[in-house]
């Protein structure tokens, strides 16, 4: 398989050849030159497969310079249930990514799909565990090391961290904005006593954080001399890995491939959805793909409107759903590309026009008329709404869910279908953002038994000021 660069102006290259980097030298984002096929009779022939031997079965066909063995191995150490057992303990865990189903509603069956059972409570570990195996064995394949810079504001950097902790060849250097995050997600990351780890809180605020990794990616021969890399929702690894969990979600609701199912997702980035959308581009029946947003609504505005209008980083409103206050969603480009019919350079002049307009209006092109075919759908919830859907849910069938999640579940519920079962990914835990769940519930949070003391763990951290000078000397000085 062979990746292009959804500019068109870089070189075609493989997987492992894309698996380190980021961005393509163009500018654009890896996407392989055409999506592997699934027929109805092979997909019905994967039913009954572990999670692991469906996740080889899917990424096989897109990591095809890893020996097949040496693959089935790596997915066969990554998707365990003891990797996966840290949230709701669910009688069917083997699953990996469970459906729990809420009950019917308009004709409709819903579900969750349960994607926040791994160590970190979030559905980024879902591809972050892999792809801490996947760098590590690339890592040694090269004989190369690798320092992973990166900024959070919660659940990324600490899946990051959980996913490399102890792994050969790799340091992460994590800033996170000093007093901004949960007491939850601080502890989960500052309690890591790994030696390869490294939390840097720091003084300012997540857009500092993020300026500071900004500023050293744009030091170039800094970057190369002390192999500094990043772990971005942008990384084709994460995406593919998140493939994955569109099939096991379809089989498991399903008994024949004649039948279909919607997904709605919380997003923020575009990263999960767009993992779907290609699920979909490969043929798996999926009806449609529920794009669910907060306040901060690009995402919903482009899919109504054919305007895609990106906002300045003043303008994004900090919600109730903080891992989905995005101002452009960075993947966005990956479907833009195919909507463009794969052609790079109409998609460079898009975004362009965002870099230098903010922005770009499809609004009165045929292909705007023609975008039905990819499944789209898309919806928003307010904090109120969120806080309601909490409450009834919790009502309606006992089952306590997130804020993130809650956004789905609004959203899906605009848009049932009735026969056609709706799975709402369920993105995070509600302990994650407990003082939410307090206010909407008057409880606590539920909290995984494995997490009842961790406010009280040793926690590894260091101040720093926000100053990029700092932050390249405290690098260079923890290098082996
Ligand atoms: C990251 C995240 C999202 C948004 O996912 P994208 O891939 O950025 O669209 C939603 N919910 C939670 C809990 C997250 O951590």
Redesign the pocket.
């Known amino acids: 398989m062979r990746y292009q660069s959804t500019r068109g102006n870089s070189p075609q290259q493989s997987f492992l050849e894309i698996l380190l980097g980021g961005l393509a030298p163009d500018g654009g984002l890896y996407l392989p030159t055409e999506y592997p096929q699934i027929s109805k009779a092979q997909l019905d022939s994967w039913r009954g497969l572990s999670y692991a031997d469906l996740a080889y079965e899917v990424l096989s066909l897109y990591c095809d310079d890893i020996p097949a063995a040496d693959l089935r191995a790596l997915l066969r150490k990554t998707y365990t249930e003891q990797v996966y057992c840290n949230g709701r303990p669910q009688d069917n865990a083997n699953d990996i990514t469970p459906l729990h189903w809420l009950g019917e509603e308009q004709g409709t069956r819903i579900a969750l799909l349960s994607l926040?059972n791994g160590p970190t409570l979030?559905?980024?570990d879902m591809a972050m565990q892999l792809l801490g195996n996947l760098f590590e064995y690339a890592l040694q394949k090269k004989g190369q090391q690798l320092n992973i810079l990166g900024a959070t504001s919660?659940?990324?950097g600490s899946?990051a961290e959980y996913a490399m902790r102890g792994k050969e060849g790799v340091k992460v250097f994590m800033l996170s904005p000093r007093g901004k995050m949960s007491s939850f997600q601080s502890a989960q990351m500052y309690s890591l006593q790994d030696p390869n780890i490294f939390n840097l809180a720091v003084a300012g605020v997540f857009d500092d954080c993020q300026d500071i990794v900004k500023a050293v990616s744009n030091d170039h021969s800094f970057k190369a001399k002390h192999q500094i890399g990043t772990v971005n929702?942008i990384n084709w690894g994460r995406v593919v890995a998140q493939v994955v969990y569109y099939f096991q979600g379809y089989l498991l609701a399903t008994k024949s491939s004649s039948e279909k199912v919607s997904f709605t997702?919380?997003?923020?980035?575009?990263?999960?959805?767009?993992a779907g959308h290609i699920a979909r581009m490969m043929g798996l029946p999926i009806a449609h793909l529920i794009a669910a947003t907060n306040e901060n609504d690009v995402l919903d505005e482009f899919f109504r409107t054919g305007v895609y209008r990106a906002r300045k980083s003043t303008e994004t409103l900090h919600t109730s759903?903080p891992?989905?206050d995005?101002s452009k969603?960075s993947?966005f480009e990956r479907f833009v590309f195919d909507l463009m019919g794969q052609d790079g350079k109409a998609t460079a002049a898009m975004f362009k026009q965002v870099d230098e307009a903010g922005g770009f209006d499809i609004s009165k092109e045929a292909i705007f008329k023609e975008m039905g075919k990819y499944g789209f759908q898309s919806g928003r919830s307010t904090h109120q709404n969120r806080l309601e859907t909490i409450r009834n849910i919790d009502g309606e069938y006992g089952v306590m869910i997130?804020t993130?999640?809650a956004d789905g579940v609004k959203v899906a519920r605009e848009h049932l279908q009735a026969g056609i079962p709706m799975l709402v990914l369920e993105?995070?835990l509600p302990i994650?953002f407990e003082e939410t769940i307090e206010v909407a519930l008057g409880r606590p949070a539920e909290c995984p038994a494995a997490f009842k003391n961790i406010k009280s763990l040793p926690q590894r951290v260091e101040n720093i000021d926000a100053d990029v000078n700092q932050v390249k000397a405290f690098i260079t000085t923890h290098l082996s």
């Not at 997702?265 to 767009?274: A, D, E, L, Q």
């Open positions: 926040s979030a559905f980024k919660g659940d990324t899946a929702s997702v919380p997003s923020g980035n575009f990263g999960n959805i767009c759903s891992s989905m995005i969603a993947n997130d993130h999640t993105t995070a994650k």
